[in-house]
């Protein structure tokens, strides 16, 4: 299974970012996704989840202003975040789960500065 996110960068308060997370080595549509982030000093969190069926689950500070999405036909779930905070600065990794293994991506940088 590899995962590999993209999209991550540098931006200001209020401003927007689309992270992309492309899932190989799985069979794609059956599988939870997720996206977790980790600011520095900070325990892993998760921010967002959706199913294969998607069910979508959020958590409570980004409700409002990020949406998780999939495509299945190309293997890619995606986050997309507005009305960024520099609260919401943190390194994003994307997560699934096989039976009991998890699986994560490398991780891409998010940055809200002025």
């Known amino acids: 299974v590899q995962l590999v996110e993209s999209g991550g960068g540098l931006v200001e308060p209020g401003e927007s970012l689309r992270l992309s997370c492309a899932a190989s080595?799985?069979?794609?549509?059956?599988?939870?996704m997720g996206w977790y982030r980790q600011a520095p000093g900070k325990q892993r969190e998760l921010v967002a989840t959706?199913?294969?069926?998607?069910?979508?689950n959020y958590k409570e500070s980004v409700k409002g202003r990020f949406t998780i999405s999939r495509d299945n036909a190309k293997n890619m779930v995606y986050l997309q975040m507005n009305s960024l905070k520099p609260e919401d600065t943190a390194v994003y990794y994307c997560?699934?789960?096989?039976?009991?293994?998890?699986?994560w991506g490398q991780g891409t940088q998010v940055t809200v500065s002025s």
């Open positions: 080595g799985i069979i794609f549509s059956i599988y939870a």
């Open positions: 997560h699934t789960r096989f039976g009991i293994h998890d699986f």
């Open positions: 959706i199913t294969s069926t998607e069910t979508i």
